[in-house]
């Protein structure tokens, strides 16, 4: 596994990370290491993930996002496509953080052998790219439907580019409220 720093405009978004797998093939098909403790803290990146979720999306153009659990149930999250193809995003709500409000997208795919690792304080989504998409994530974090929320993502304070017009969207995800100037959502420092 390689770990590849974030950057937006020169500045890193402290504790994300592209995952690269480096799969190993043969005549068989390949094999690669979707995470390891080890690997991952000898580059700076501790986390015990102890949930594993899967999210299906019938169609292209699916948008779910941006989510993110509030302290003291923000999780890490460590996000990869096992079928299909996503536009997957990371925004920076950490006030004290150089990369505040900033966001940055990459395209992860069954193919590409990329992941996506996301810490706690900043919000998550994706559009998929094909029909029939399947996205895995591991969490730091159990589930916890009080500290759930998140922020439009359409919201001009942020400007998201999507690839794609959205095509279904779920109207929890529609109606998050537009950020406000100091708006509560913010996480206090830098995970």
């Not at 292209?60 to 149930?73: A, E, I, N, V």
């Not at 069954?110 to 706690?120: G, I, R, T």
């Amino acid at each position: 596994m390689i770990f590849q720093s974030i950057e937006v405009d020169g500045m890193a978004i402290a504790g994300a990370a592209l995952i690269i797998d480096e799969p190993v093939e043969d005549h068989r098909g390949y094999f690669t290491r979707l995470w390891s403790d080890n690997e991952a803290a000898n580059e700076g990146f501790e986390h015990d993930f102890n949930q594993l979720n899967l999210a299906f999306n019938h169609r292209r153009g699916t948008l779910r996002g941006m989510h993110f659990q509030t302290k003291p149930d923000a999780e890490t999250k460590l996000v990869r496509v096992v079928a299909g193809e996503v536009w997957d995003v990371i925004l920076d709500l950490r006030s004290a953080s150089p990369t505040f409000l900033a966001w940055w997208g990459v395209e992860l795919a069954a193919s590409n052998h990329l992941a996506l690792l996301l810490p706690a304080g900043c919000a998550h989504g994706y559009q998929t790219l094909a029909d029939e998409t399947q996205v895995m994530y591991q969490t730091t974090h159990r589930y916890v439907p009080e500290a759930a929320t998140g922020v439009r993502h359409d919201d001009p304070a942020f400007a998201i580019r999507w690839p794609l017009a959205v095509g279904e969207i779920s109207s929890a995800d529609a109606g998050w409220a537009y950020w406000q100037e100091d708006d509560p959502r913010a996480f206090a420092g830098v995970a």
